[in-house]
């Protein structure tokens, strides 16, 4: 990246060189200043920035006059600066855009897991109801058979000592 800007910059500057002198041919800052905003820190590009926006003054006010060249270097700048905050808000939107991308997944994968939790859940929760119902079952009927067990060896008992007292 260090010998791409000098080596592109050197090729704008030879061709908005090149006579007969033509204003257009200094846009080709545009797409170097778009580029260099992208690959760069912010203090660095503002140095290049300004390092280009002489360049292309001195360009302009030689080859048209430096009322016309101050003139068209203010509307260039101001389509550069437009061009680069829009590159700017795109590159942000498209970051913003993967992000949530990544906190969809994770929010899928959280509610998949939740999902399989509440199953879980649901499943011992069933579990530990047939288990209580099978005790109480179980105990209900246990006692049911002692109680009958212990009538009839009470009843047995008795009908050994007064006959009289037990009924048919």
């Known amino acids: 990246k260090f010998l791409y800007f000098p080596a592109q910059t050197a090729v704008v500057i030879a061709l908005t060189n090149l006579r007969p002198f033509t204003d257009f041919s200094t846009l080709l800052y545009v797409p170097l200043c778009i580029q260099m905003v ?5 203090r660095i590009s503002i140095f290049l920035m300004i390092f280009y926006i002489a360049l292309i003054a001195v360009n302009l006010m030689l080859g048209m006059g430096w009322l016309e060249g101050l003139a068209i270097l203010l509307i260039y700048m101001a389509v550069c600066a437009f061009l680069i905050s829009y590159d700017f808000l795109y590159s942000r939107m498209q970051a913003n855009q993967a992000e949530s991308q990544r906190l969809l997944a994770d929010l ?12 879980q859940a649901e499943e011992l929760a069933a579990a530990r109801e047939r288990n209580r ?10 006692q049911t058979i002692f109680s009958i067990t212990l009538t009839s060896q009470s009843a047995r008992l008795l009908l050994d000592r007064e006959p009289a007292r037990v009924p048919e």
Do not use: G
Not at 38 to 42: C, D, I, K, Q
Not at 110 to 119: D, I, S, T, Y
Not at 133 to 142: C, I, K, P, Q
């Open 38 to 42: 992208r690959v760069f820190s912010s």
């Open 133 to 142: 119902l099978a005790r109480e079952l179980h105990d209900s009927v246990s």
């Open 108 to 119: 899928q994968s959280a509610h998949q897991k939740l999902q399989e939790h509440a199953a």
